[in-house]
Protein backbone atom coordinates (compact mmCIF):
# COMPACT_ATOMS: atom_id res chain seq x y z
CA UNK A 1 0.00 0.00 0.00
CA UNK A 2 2.84 2.50 0.69
CA UNK A 3 4.69 1.70 -2.17
CA UNK A 4 1.91 2.55 -4.29
CA UNK A 5 0.69 5.77 -2.22
CA UNK A 6 4.30 7.20 -2.14
CA UNK A 7 5.14 6.14 -5.91
CA UNK A 8 4.33 9.26 -7.68
CA UNK A 9 6.07 11.46 -5.06
CA UNK A 10 9.34 10.09 -6.40
CA UNK A 11 9.48 11.51 -9.85
CA UNK A 12 7.58 14.89 -8.78
CA UNK A 13 9.96 15.35 -6.32
CA UNK A 14 13.37 14.75 -7.80
CA UNK A 15 14.06 17.81 -8.34
CA UNK A 16 14.34 19.48 -4.94
CA UNK A 17 17.73 19.13 -4.79
CA UNK A 18 18.00 21.52 -6.98
CA UNK A 19 16.18 24.22 -5.69
CA UNK A 20 15.31 27.83 -6.85
CA UNK A 21 18.35 30.28 -4.82
CA UNK A 22 16.61 31.14 -1.83
CA UNK A 23 16.33 35.19 -0.52
CA UNK A 24 17.32 35.44 3.15
CA UNK A 25 13.31 36.31 4.23
CA UNK A 26 12.05 33.15 2.01
CA UNK A 27 15.18 30.64 3.76
CA UNK A 28 14.84 32.31 7.43
CA UNK A 29 11.69 33.70 7.94
CA UNK A 30 8.37 32.54 5.52
CA UNK A 31 10.64 29.15 4.44
CA UNK A 32 8.26 26.18 3.50
CA UNK A 33 10.94 23.84 4.45
CA UNK A 34 10.02 21.38 7.68
CA UNK A 35 13.49 21.14 8.90
CA UNK A 36 13.61 25.65 9.31
CA UNK A 37 9.98 25.24 10.52
CA UNK A 38 10.65 23.04 13.09
CA UNK A 39 13.72 25.53 14.26
CA UNK A 40 11.41 28.56 14.34
CA UNK A 41 9.11 26.53 16.71
CA UNK A 42 11.95 25.19 18.71
CA UNK A 43 13.73 28.65 19.15
CA UNK A 44 10.28 30.14 19.98
CA UNK A 45 8.81 27.64 22.06
CA UNK A 46 12.10 27.88 24.44
CA UNK A 47 11.82 31.97 24.79
CA UNK A 48 8.36 30.90 25.94
CA UNK A 49 9.45 28.79 27.85
CA UNK A 50 12.03 31.24 29.83
CA UNK A 51 9.29 33.86 30.02
CA UNK A 52 7.29 30.92 31.64
CA UNK A 53 9.79 29.67 34.14
CA UNK A 54 10.82 32.87 34.93
CA UNK A 55 6.84 34.02 35.52
CA UNK A 56 6.43 30.96 38.14
CA UNK A 57 9.90 31.90 40.18
CA UNK A 58 8.56 35.19 41.18
CA UNK A 59 5.15 33.55 42.01
CA UNK A 60 7.25 30.81 44.21
CA UNK A 61 8.82 33.59 45.94
CA UNK A 62 5.47 35.27 47.06
CA UNK A 63 4.36 32.09 48.32
CA UNK A 64 7.74 31.45 50.23
CA UNK A 65 8.19 35.06 51.55
CA UNK A 66 4.89 36.29 51.27
CA UNK A 67 3.66 39.96 51.84
CA UNK A 68 7.42 40.92 52.07
CA UNK A 69 8.83 43.38 49.71
CA UNK A 70 11.48 43.04 46.41
CA UNK A 71 13.08 45.26 44.37
CA UNK A 72 12.10 42.55 42.05
CA UNK A 73 8.59 42.78 41.88
CA UNK A 74 8.75 46.48 41.21
CA UNK A 75 10.83 46.15 38.97
CA UNK A 76 9.45 43.60 36.82
CA UNK A 77 5.68 44.32 37.59
CA UNK A 78 5.11 48.21 38.56
CA UNK A 79 4.03 50.28 40.92
CA UNK A 80 0.47 48.96 40.21
CA UNK A 81 1.09 45.48 40.84
CA UNK A 82 3.81 45.73 43.16
CA UNK A 83 3.36 48.83 45.11
CA UNK A 84 6.39 49.35 47.47
CA UNK A 85 8.06 46.01 46.06
CA UNK A 86 4.84 44.07 47.43
CA UNK A 87 3.13 41.76 45.06
CA UNK A 88 -0.83 41.97 44.80
CA UNK A 89 -2.87 38.83 44.62
CA UNK A 90 -4.44 39.82 41.62
CA UNK A 91 -0.94 39.96 39.75
CA UNK A 92 -0.10 36.57 41.29
CA UNK A 93 -3.50 34.91 40.17
CA UNK A 94 -2.49 36.51 36.58
CA UNK A 95 1.19 34.96 36.91
CA UNK A 96 -0.20 31.81 37.51
CA UNK A 97 -2.43 32.25 34.79
CA UNK A 98 -0.13 33.05 31.81
CA UNK A 99 2.51 30.78 33.47
CA UNK A 100 0.30 27.92 32.52
CA UNK A 101 -1.64 28.95 29.48
CA UNK A 102 2.35 29.62 28.29
CA UNK A 103 4.01 26.34 29.39
CA UNK A 104 1.20 24.10 28.52
CA UNK A 105 0.26 25.31 25.11
CA UNK A 106 3.07 27.75 24.21
CA UNK A 107 5.92 25.31 25.40
CA UNK A 108 5.05 21.65 26.11
CA UNK A 109 2.63 21.55 22.57
CA UNK A 110 4.49 23.22 20.18
CA UNK A 111 7.76 23.02 21.46
CA UNK A 112 7.08 18.99 20.95
CA UNK A 113 4.50 18.49 18.43
CA UNK A 114 5.43 21.35 16.10
CA UNK A 115 9.22 21.06 16.68
CA UNK A 116 9.74 17.21 16.31
CA UNK A 117 6.86 16.35 14.08
CA UNK A 118 7.75 18.92 11.62
CA UNK A 119 11.35 17.99 11.81
CA UNK A 120 11.01 13.91 12.15
CA UNK A 121 7.78 13.33 10.06
CA UNK A 122 9.30 13.48 6.13
CA UNK A 123 12.92 12.89 7.45
CA UNK A 124 11.26 9.32 9.17
CA UNK A 125 9.21 8.57 6.50
CA UNK A 126 10.95 9.02 3.57
CA UNK A 127 9.10 11.87 2.04
CA UNK A 128 10.96 15.35 0.77
CA UNK A 129 8.71 17.60 2.61
CA UNK A 130 5.47 17.80 4.34
CA UNK A 131 1.99 17.32 2.06
CA UNK A 132 1.98 21.51 1.85
CA UNK A 133 4.47 23.16 2.65
CA UNK A 134 2.42 26.86 2.32
CA UNK A 135 0.41 25.45 5.22
CA UNK A 136 3.08 24.34 7.38
CA UNK A 137 4.54 28.08 7.17
CA UNK A 138 1.22 29.25 7.80
CA UNK A 139 0.45 27.26 10.57
CA UNK A 140 4.18 28.48 12.56
CA UNK A 141 3.00 32.11 11.55
CA UNK A 142 -0.32 31.70 13.51
CA UNK A 143 1.69 29.98 16.21
CA UNK A 144 3.61 33.11 16.68
CA UNK A 145 0.92 35.45 16.08
CA UNK A 146 -0.93 33.89 19.06
CA UNK A 147 2.44 34.29 21.11
CA UNK A 148 2.70 37.82 20.64
CA UNK A 149 -1.06 38.14 21.17
CA UNK A 150 -1.00 36.11 24.66
CA UNK A 151 2.44 38.03 25.77
CA UNK A 152 0.74 41.54 24.77
CA UNK A 153 -2.03 40.67 27.30
CA UNK A 154 0.72 41.86 30.02
CA UNK A 155 0.93 45.12 29.12
CA UNK A 156 -2.80 45.89 29.32
CA UNK A 157 -3.58 48.51 31.60
CA UNK A 158 -6.10 46.33 33.14
CA UNK A 159 -3.83 42.99 33.56
CA UNK A 160 -3.86 39.93 31.68
CA UNK A 161 -6.13 37.34 32.20
CA UNK A 162 -6.87 36.05 36.13
CA UNK A 163 -9.18 33.39 36.45
CA UNK A 164 -6.69 30.54 35.95
CA UNK A 165 -5.35 28.92 33.31
CA UNK A 166 -8.82 26.91 32.79
CA UNK A 167 -10.75 30.20 32.80
CA UNK A 168 -14.01 29.14 34.06
CA UNK A 169 -17.08 31.39 34.55
CA UNK A 170 -18.57 33.26 35.55
CA UNK A 171 -15.06 34.87 36.57
CA UNK A 172 -13.81 34.63 33.20
CA UNK A 173 -17.13 35.81 31.51
CA UNK A 174 -17.92 39.07 33.19
CA UNK A 175 -15.80 41.68 32.48
CA UNK A 176 -16.65 43.51 35.95
CA UNK A 177 -15.70 40.76 38.18
CA UNK A 178 -12.34 41.14 38.40
CA UNK A 179 -9.74 43.43 36.75
CA UNK A 180 -7.82 40.23 34.60
CA UNK A 181 -11.64 39.68 32.98
CA UNK A 182 -11.30 43.00 30.68
CA UNK A 183 -9.43 43.34 27.67
CA UNK A 184 -6.72 40.71 29.13
CA UNK A 185 -9.12 37.80 29.29
CA UNK A 186 -10.20 38.97 25.73
CA UNK A 187 -6.59 39.03 24.61
CA UNK A 188 -6.36 34.82 25.66
CA UNK A 189 -9.65 34.21 23.90
CA UNK A 190 -8.70 35.54 20.83
CA UNK A 191 -4.89 34.07 21.49
CA UNK A 192 -6.09 30.81 21.34
CA UNK A 193 -8.67 30.79 18.98
CA UNK A 194 -5.55 31.69 16.53
CA UNK A 195 -3.56 28.91 18.75
CA UNK A 196 -6.28 26.15 17.63
CA UNK A 197 -5.92 27.46 14.10
CA UNK A 198 -2.50 26.75 14.11
CA UNK A 199 -2.57 23.54 15.52
CA UNK A 200 -5.36 21.97 13.59
CA UNK A 201 -3.57 23.31 10.33
CA UNK A 202 -0.67 21.32 11.29
CA UNK A 203 -2.62 18.46 13.15
CA UNK A 204 -4.23 17.67 9.63
CA UNK A 205 -0.27 18.48 7.65
CA UNK A 206 0.96 15.88 9.56
CA UNK A 207 -1.73 13.13 9.33
CA UNK A 208 -2.08 13.14 5.68
CA UNK A 209 1.84 13.98 5.05
CA UNK A 210 2.40 10.14 6.90
CA UNK A 211 -0.82 8.08 5.44
CA UNK A 212 0.11 10.01 1.55
CA UNK A 213 3.85 10.04 1.85
CA UNK A 214 5.81 7.18 2.95
CA UNK A 215 8.68 6.39 0.69
CA UNK A 216 8.89 2.48 -1.11
CA UNK A 217 8.72 0.09 1.60
CA UNK A 218 7.71 1.95 4.25
CA UNK A 219 4.79 -0.18 6.05
CA UNK A 220 2.77 1.43 8.83
CA UNK A 221 4.75 -1.86 11.12
CA UNK A 222 8.02 -0.61 9.71
CA UNK A 223 7.42 3.56 10.82
CA UNK A 224 9.46 4.43 13.91
CA UNK A 225 7.45 4.85 17.30
CA UNK A 226 7.88 8.55 16.87
CA UNK A 227 5.99 8.82 13.64
CA UNK A 228 3.21 6.66 15.62
CA UNK A 229 3.25 9.09 18.41
CA UNK A 230 3.06 12.34 16.11
CA UNK A 231 0.73 11.08 13.90
CA UNK A 232 -1.96 9.75 16.65
CA UNK A 233 -1.17 13.08 18.59
CA UNK A 234 -2.25 15.11 15.74
CA UNK A 235 -5.73 12.84 15.26
CA UNK A 236 -6.73 13.62 18.84
CA UNK A 237 -6.04 17.25 18.24
CA UNK A 238 -7.82 17.29 15.47
CA UNK A 239 -10.96 15.57 17.54
CA UNK A 240 -10.17 17.61 20.67
CA UNK A 241 -9.15 21.19 19.99
CA UNK A 242 -12.04 22.52 17.93
CA UNK A 243 -14.21 21.84 21.52
CA UNK A 244 -11.97 24.17 22.75
CA UNK A 245 -12.83 26.54 19.89
CA UNK A 246 -16.35 26.65 20.64
CA UNK A 247 -16.25 26.80 24.51
CA UNK A 248 -13.70 30.34 23.52
CA UNK A 249 -16.10 31.40 20.70
CA UNK A 250 -19.42 30.60 22.88
CA UNK A 251 -17.58 32.71 26.57
CA UNK A 252 -16.89 35.47 23.98
CA UNK A 253 -20.34 35.52 23.17
CA UNK A 254 -21.52 35.54 26.80
CA UNK A 255 -18.61 38.25 27.40
CA UNK A 256 -19.58 40.61 24.01
CA UNK A 257 -22.94 39.99 22.91
CA UNK A 258 -25.36 39.34 25.78
CA UNK A 259 -25.82 35.69 25.69
CA UNK A 260 -25.96 33.10 28.41
CA UNK A 261 -23.96 29.99 27.43
CA UNK A 262 -22.36 29.81 30.17
CA UNK A 263 -24.29 31.82 32.95
CA UNK A 264 -27.04 31.91 35.41
CA UNK A 265 -28.70 34.09 37.92
CA UNK A 266 -26.09 36.20 38.26
CA UNK A 267 -25.55 38.99 40.93
CA UNK A 268 -22.71 41.30 41.74
CA UNK A 269 -22.44 44.24 44.42
CA UNK A 270 -26.50 43.54 44.54
CA UNK A 271 -26.79 44.29 41.03
CA UNK A 272 -28.72 41.28 39.13
CA UNK A 273 -27.35 40.61 36.02
CA UNK A 274 -29.86 40.07 33.12
CA UNK A 275 -28.42 36.48 32.75
CA UNK A 276 -30.37 32.47 33.15
CA UNK A 277 -30.58 29.42 31.82
CA UNK A 278 -26.44 28.91 31.18
CA UNK A 279 -24.66 26.31 32.85
CA UNK A 280 -20.64 27.10 33.88
CA UNK A 281 -20.28 23.26 34.55
CA UNK A 282 -21.36 23.05 30.84
CA UNK A 283 -18.04 24.92 29.84
CA UNK A 284 -16.00 22.84 32.39
CA UNK A 285 -17.05 19.78 30.00
CA UNK A 286 -16.20 21.58 26.89
CA UNK A 287 -12.79 22.99 28.53
CA UNK A 288 -11.78 19.22 29.70
CA UNK A 289 -12.68 17.76 26.90
CA UNK A 290 -9.61 19.24 25.02
CA UNK A 291 -7.68 19.38 28.58
CA UNK A 292 -7.51 15.78 28.95
CA UNK A 293 -6.68 14.88 25.90
CA UNK A 294 -4.32 17.96 25.83
CA UNK A 295 -2.00 15.91 28.66
CA UNK A 296 -1.07 13.20 25.91
CA UNK A 297 -1.13 15.67 23.14
CA UNK A 298 1.84 16.96 24.97
CA UNK A 299 2.77 13.74 26.95
CA UNK A 300 2.70 11.10 23.22
CA UNK A 301 5.39 12.90 21.34
CA UNK A 302 7.54 13.06 24.66
CA UNK A 303 7.14 9.01 24.99
CA UNK A 304 7.82 8.49 20.80
CA UNK A 305 10.89 10.15 21.49
CA UNK A 306 11.56 8.14 24.37
CA UNK A 307 11.38 5.19 22.42
CA UNK A 308 13.85 6.17 19.83
CA UNK A 309 16.37 7.57 22.02
CA UNK A 310 15.96 4.61 24.78
CA UNK A 311 16.44 1.75 21.89
CA UNK A 312 19.29 3.85 20.58
CA UNK A 313 21.21 3.76 23.01
CA UNK A 314 20.51 0.84 24.40
CA UNK A 315 21.81 -1.15 21.42
CA UNK A 316 18.73 -2.83 21.62
CA UNK A 317 15.50 -3.22 19.91
CA UNK A 318 12.47 -1.84 21.60
CA UNK A 319 10.90 -4.38 23.39
CA UNK A 320 7.43 -4.86 22.46
CA UNK A 321 6.96 -2.71 19.17
CA UNK A 322 3.41 -3.86 18.35
CA UNK A 323 2.44 -3.56 22.15
CA UNK A 324 3.61 -0.14 21.94
CA UNK A 325 1.75 0.88 18.92
CA UNK A 326 -1.25 -0.66 20.58
CA UNK A 327 -0.87 1.26 23.77
CA UNK A 328 -0.62 4.48 21.92
CA UNK A 329 -3.70 3.60 20.17
CA UNK A 330 -5.48 2.97 23.54
CA UNK A 331 -4.24 5.94 25.24
CA UNK A 332 -5.55 7.84 22.28
CA UNK A 333 -9.12 6.61 22.67
CA UNK A 334 -9.19 6.36 26.33
CA UNK A 335 -8.02 9.90 26.78
CA UNK A 336 -11.17 11.36 25.27
CA UNK A 337 -13.31 9.53 27.69
CA UNK A 338 -12.15 10.51 31.02
CA UNK A 339 -12.51 14.19 31.22
CA UNK A 340 -14.77 14.54 33.66
CA UNK A 341 -12.44 13.44 36.35
CA UNK A 342 -11.28 16.77 36.66
CA UNK A 343 -14.70 17.66 37.84
CA UNK A 344 -15.71 15.54 40.55
CA UNK A 345 -16.44 18.30 42.95
CA UNK A 346 -19.01 19.91 40.03
CA UNK A 347 -21.93 18.33 41.94
CA UNK A 348 -21.56 15.38 38.86
CA UNK A 349 -23.99 12.57 39.12
CA UNK A 350 -22.34 9.61 40.98
CA UNK A 351 -22.62 7.43 38.94
CA UNK A 352 -21.62 9.07 36.09
CA UNK A 353 -18.46 9.81 38.88
CA UNK A 354 -18.24 6.03 39.19
CA UNK A 355 -18.08 5.89 34.96
CA UNK A 356 -14.70 8.11 34.42
CA UNK A 357 -13.50 6.51 37.15
CA UNK A 358 -13.66 3.13 35.58
CA UNK A 359 -12.08 4.81 32.42
CA UNK A 360 -9.43 6.82 34.30
CA UNK A 361 -7.85 3.30 35.65
CA UNK A 362 -8.30 2.02 33.13
CA UNK A 363 -5.25 4.03 30.97
CA UNK A 364 -3.48 2.87 33.81
CA UNK A 365 -2.67 -0.24 31.60
CA UNK A 366 -1.68 1.16 28.36
CA UNK A 367 0.61 3.56 29.99
CA UNK A 368 2.16 0.49 32.43
CA UNK A 369 2.61 -1.08 29.16
CA UNK A 370 4.90 1.79 27.86
CA UNK A 371 6.81 1.70 31.15
CA UNK A 372 7.72 -1.99 31.69
CA UNK A 373 8.72 -2.32 27.94
CA UNK A 374 10.86 0.81 28.40
CA UNK A 375 12.38 -0.76 31.52
CA UNK A 376 12.57 -3.86 29.34
CA UNK A 377 14.50 -2.18 26.26
CA UNK A 378 17.19 -0.86 29.23
CA UNK A 379 17.48 -4.31 30.37
CA UNK A 380 20.64 -5.79 29.54
CA UNK A 381 21.41 -3.33 27.54
CA UNK A 382 24.99 -1.75 26.14
CA UNK A 383 24.07 1.49 27.77
CA UNK A 384 25.43 4.79 26.18
CA UNK A 385 24.77 7.43 28.88
CA UNK A 386 24.70 10.78 26.60
CA UNK A 387 22.30 13.74 27.42
CA UNK A 388 19.47 12.66 25.18
CA UNK A 389 19.33 9.07 27.16
CA UNK A 390 19.54 10.52 30.48
CA UNK A 391 16.60 13.03 29.84
CA UNK A 392 15.20 9.66 28.59
CA UNK A 393 15.43 7.50 31.32
CA UNK A 394 14.35 10.51 33.19
CA UNK A 395 11.04 10.66 31.82
CA UNK A 396 10.80 7.03 32.61
CA UNK A 397 11.11 8.06 36.14
CA UNK A 398 8.72 10.98 36.35
CA UNK A 399 6.16 9.34 34.14
CA UNK A 400 5.81 6.63 36.70
CA UNK A 401 5.95 8.57 40.33
CA UNK A 402 3.52 11.40 38.17
CA UNK A 403 1.44 8.65 36.75
CA UNK A 404 1.37 6.92 40.46
CA UNK A 405 -0.31 9.96 42.09
CA UNK A 406 -3.13 9.49 39.07
CA UNK A 407 -4.41 7.15 40.59
CA UNK A 408 -5.55 8.44 43.67
CA UNK A 409 -7.07 11.40 41.46
CA UNK A 410 -8.47 9.62 39.50
CA UNK A 411 -10.69 7.90 42.23
CA UNK A 412 -13.87 10.10 42.61
CA UNK A 413 -14.00 9.29 46.73
CA UNK A 414 -10.35 9.74 46.97
CA UNK A 415 -10.26 12.64 44.69
CA UNK A 416 -12.52 14.71 46.97
CA UNK A 417 -9.79 15.38 49.68
CA UNK A 418 -7.12 16.53 47.91
CA UNK A 419 -8.90 18.20 44.68
CA UNK A 420 -7.67 21.65 44.50
CA UNK A 421 -4.82 21.35 46.65
CA UNK A 422 -0.83 21.12 45.96
CA UNK A 423 -1.62 17.16 45.78
CA UNK A 424 -2.71 18.35 41.79
CA UNK A 425 -0.24 20.70 41.31
CA UNK A 426 2.62 18.30 42.18
CA UNK A 427 0.87 15.53 40.05
CA UNK A 428 0.50 17.20 36.96
CA UNK A 429 3.48 18.64 37.15
CA UNK A 430 5.10 15.49 37.20
CA UNK A 431 3.52 13.61 35.38
CA UNK A 432 2.99 16.19 32.50
CA UNK A 433 4.90 19.07 32.79
CA UNK A 434 8.36 17.45 34.06
CA UNK A 435 8.03 14.01 32.18
CA UNK A 436 7.32 16.57 29.10
CA UNK A 437 10.06 18.80 29.30
CA UNK A 438 12.58 15.74 29.58
CA UNK A 439 11.17 14.38 26.39
CA UNK A 440 11.79 17.97 24.18
CA UNK A 441 15.47 18.30 26.16
CA UNK A 442 15.88 14.48 24.94
CA UNK A 443 14.57 15.23 21.38
CA UNK A 444 16.96 18.09 21.24
CA UNK A 445 20.41 16.40 22.60
CA UNK A 446 19.38 13.99 20.19
CA UNK A 447 18.68 15.62 17.15
CA UNK A 448 20.45 18.68 17.47
CA UNK A 449 23.13 17.15 15.00
CA UNK A 450 20.32 16.77 12.76
CA UNK A 451 18.84 20.08 12.60
CA UNK A 452 21.99 22.27 13.17
CA UNK A 453 25.35 20.16 12.05
CA UNK A 454 26.87 20.36 15.26
CA UNK A 455 26.96 18.61 18.03
CA UNK A 456 25.84 19.91 21.57
CA UNK A 457 28.38 19.89 24.77
CA UNK A 458 28.39 16.81 26.48
CA UNK A 459 29.78 17.85 29.77
CA UNK A 460 27.64 20.86 29.94
CA UNK A 461 24.14 18.35 29.12
CA UNK A 462 25.34 16.29 32.53
CA UNK A 463 25.32 19.05 34.53
CA UNK A 464 21.92 20.41 33.18
CA UNK A 465 20.34 17.14 33.63
CA UNK A 466 21.50 16.17 37.33
CA UNK A 467 20.65 19.20 38.41
CA UNK A 468 17.48 19.66 36.86
CA UNK A 469 16.70 15.83 37.84
CA UNK A 470 17.20 16.52 41.27
CA UNK A 471 15.60 20.08 41.31
CA UNK A 472 12.43 18.94 39.79
CA UNK A 473 11.95 16.41 42.63
CA UNK A 474 12.71 18.70 45.23
CA UNK A 475 10.76 21.21 43.75
CA UNK A 476 7.20 18.22 43.32
CA UNK A 477 7.70 15.72 45.75
CA UNK A 478 7.42 18.01 48.73
CA UNK A 479 4.01 19.51 47.10
CA UNK A 480 2.72 15.94 47.59
CA UNK A 481 2.64 16.11 51.69
CA UNK A 482 1.53 19.95 52.01
CA UNK A 483 -1.46 18.74 48.89
CA UNK A 484 -1.89 15.77 51.63
CA UNK A 485 -2.52 18.23 54.56
CA UNK A 486 -5.27 20.54 52.28
CA UNK A 487 -2.78 23.00 51.24
CA UNK A 488 -5.21 24.93 48.67
CA UNK A 489 -3.67 25.86 45.21
CA UNK A 490 -3.81 29.37 43.53
CA UNK A 491 -3.83 31.26 46.88
CA UNK A 492 -1.01 34.26 47.00
CA UNK A 493 -0.36 33.36 50.98
CA UNK A 494 -1.36 30.97 53.82
CA UNK A 495 -0.80 33.28 56.40
CA UNK A 496 -4.52 33.79 56.98
CA UNK A 497 -4.87 30.33 58.16
CA UNK A 498 -2.81 29.55 61.17
CA UNK A 499 -3.32 25.62 60.58
CA UNK A 500 -0.80 25.97 57.49
CA UNK A 501 2.05 27.95 59.47
CA UNK A 502 3.67 24.80 60.05
CA UNK A 503 4.03 23.99 55.88
CA UNK A 504 5.77 27.83 55.99
CA UNK A 505 9.27 26.11 55.90
CA UNK A 506 8.34 23.76 53.46
CA UNK A 507 7.54 26.37 51.24
CA UNK A 508 10.73 27.81 51.48
CA UNK A 509 12.28 24.74 50.68
CA UNK A 510 10.39 24.17 47.60
CA UNK A 511 11.35 27.74 46.29
CA UNK A 512 14.48 27.52 46.19
CA UNK A 513 14.63 24.33 44.55
CA UNK A 514 12.94 26.20 42.02
CA UNK A 515 15.40 28.63 41.46
CA UNK A 516 17.77 26.37 41.23
CA UNK A 517 16.31 24.53 39.07
CA UNK A 518 15.55 27.44 36.89
CA UNK A 519 18.93 28.78 36.78
CA UNK A 520 20.41 25.41 35.41
CA UNK A 521 17.96 25.83 32.26
CA UNK A 522 20.48 29.08 31.72
CA UNK A 523 23.22 26.36 31.27
CA UNK A 524 21.04 24.61 28.48
CA UNK A 525 20.18 27.98 26.84
CA UNK A 526 24.16 28.82 26.55
CA UNK A 527 24.68 25.08 25.10
CA UNK A 528 21.85 25.36 22.60
CA UNK A 529 23.09 28.66 21.05
CA UNK A 530 26.29 28.53 21.68
CA UNK A 531 26.97 24.94 19.77
CA UNK A 532 24.95 26.12 16.63
CA UNK A 533 27.56 28.55 16.13
CA UNK A 534 30.87 26.67 17.62
CA UNK A 535 29.73 23.42 18.79
CA UNK A 536 32.03 20.40 16.97
CA UNK A 537 30.72 19.80 13.41
CA UNK A 538 28.32 16.53 13.21
CA UNK A 539 29.17 13.33 11.20
CA UNK A 540 26.17 11.77 9.39
CA UNK A 541 25.17 9.32 11.90
CA UNK A 542 26.79 10.39 14.85
CA UNK A 543 24.58 8.05 17.47
CA UNK A 544 24.74 4.88 14.34
CA UNK A 545 21.19 4.97 14.25
CA UNK A 546 19.15 2.88 11.37
CA UNK A 547 16.10 5.55 10.85
CA UNK A 548 16.10 7.28 7.49
CA UNK A 549 16.94 10.79 8.60
CA UNK A 550 20.82 9.98 9.20
CA UNK A 551 20.98 8.88 5.55
CA UNK A 552 20.11 12.46 4.30
CA UNK A 553 23.43 14.98 4.44
CA UNK A 554 24.71 17.00 7.48
CA UNK A 555 24.08 19.84 5.10
CA UNK A 556 20.44 20.81 4.46
CA UNK A 557 18.92 20.61 1.42
CA UNK A 558 15.36 21.42 0.35
CA UNK A 559 14.08 17.82 -0.84
CA UNK A 560 15.93 15.99 1.96
CA UNK A 561 17.49 13.43 -0.17
CA UNK A 562 19.83 14.24 -3.57
CA UNK A 563 18.53 12.06 -5.93
CA UNK A 564 16.51 9.33 -5.44
CA UNK A 565 14.93 8.65 -1.95
CA UNK A 566 15.66 5.53 -0.28
CA UNK A 567 13.60 2.45 -0.29
CA UNK A 568 12.99 0.94 3.03
CA UNK A 569 13.83 -2.89 4.00
CA UNK A 570 13.54 -3.67 7.64
CA UNK A 571 11.75 -1.94 10.50
CA UNK A 572 13.48 0.64 12.46
CA UNK A 573 15.07 -1.57 14.98
CA UNK A 574 17.64 -3.81 14.20
CA UNK A 575 20.75 -2.94 16.74
CA UNK A 576 22.85 -5.53 17.95
CA UNK A 577 21.70 -8.24 15.10
CA UNK A 578 23.21 -11.53 14.80
CA UNK A 579 22.95 -14.18 11.89
CA UNK A 580 22.84 -18.21 12.62
CA UNK A 581 26.73 -17.61 12.79
CA UNK A 582 26.64 -15.39 16.32
CA UNK A 583 28.18 -12.45 14.02
CA UNK A 584 26.37 -9.19 13.74
CA UNK A 585 24.56 -8.61 10.30
CA UNK A 586 27.05 -6.24 8.79
CA UNK A 587 30.32 -7.27 10.62
CA UNK A 588 31.53 -5.27 13.29
CA UNK A 589 28.38 -2.77 12.91
CA UNK A 590 25.57 -3.44 15.68
CA UNK A 591 22.59 -1.42 13.88
CA UNK A 592 21.35 -2.37 9.97
CA UNK A 593 20.45 0.73 8.65
CA UNK A 594 16.38 0.30 6.78
CA UNK A 595 18.02 0.95 3.63
CA UNK A 596 19.88 -1.90 3.76
CA UNK A 597 18.14 -5.25 2.33
CA UNK A 598 17.76 -7.98 4.06
CA UNK A 599 21.24 -10.17 3.81
CA UNK A 600 20.99 -14.19 2.72
CA UNK A 601 19.12 -16.40 4.63
CA UNK A 602 17.89 -13.27 7.12
CA UNK A 603 14.34 -12.95 8.92
CA UNK A 604 12.74 -9.67 9.07
CA UNK A 605 12.29 -8.79 13.18
CA UNK A 606 9.18 -7.03 13.94
CA UNK A 607 8.57 -7.39 17.65
Do not use: C
Amino acid sequence: MSAIATAPAHDHHDDHGHHHKETFITKYIFSQDHKMIAKQYLITGLIMGIIGIGMSILFRIQLAWPEQSFWVFEALLGDKWAPDGVMTPSMYLALVTIHGTIMVFFVLTAGLSGTFSNLLIPLQIGARDMASGFLNMVSYWLFFLSSVIMLSSLFVESGPAMAGWTIYPPLSALPQAISGSGTGMTLWLVSMAIFIASSLLGSLNYIVTVINLRTEGMSMTRLPLTIWAFFVTAIIGVVSFPVLLSAALLLIMDRSFGTSFFLSDIFIKGEVLSHQGGSPVLFEHLFWFLGHPEVYIVLLPALGITSEIISTNSRKPIFGYRAMVASILAIAFLSTIVWGHHMFISGMNPFLGSVFTFTTLLIAIPSAVKAFNYITTLWKGNLQMNPGMLFSIGLVSTFITGGLTGIILGDSTLDINVHDTYFVVAHFHLVMGISALYGLFAGVYHWFPKMFGRMMNKNLGYIHFWVTAVGAYGVFFPMHFIGIAGLPRRYYTNTSFPYFDDYADVNVIITVAAIITALVQLVFIYNFFSSIFFGKKAVQNPWRSNTLEWTTPVEHIHGNWPGKIPSVYRWAYDYSKTGEDGEYVIKGQDFVSQITPLQDGEEELNH
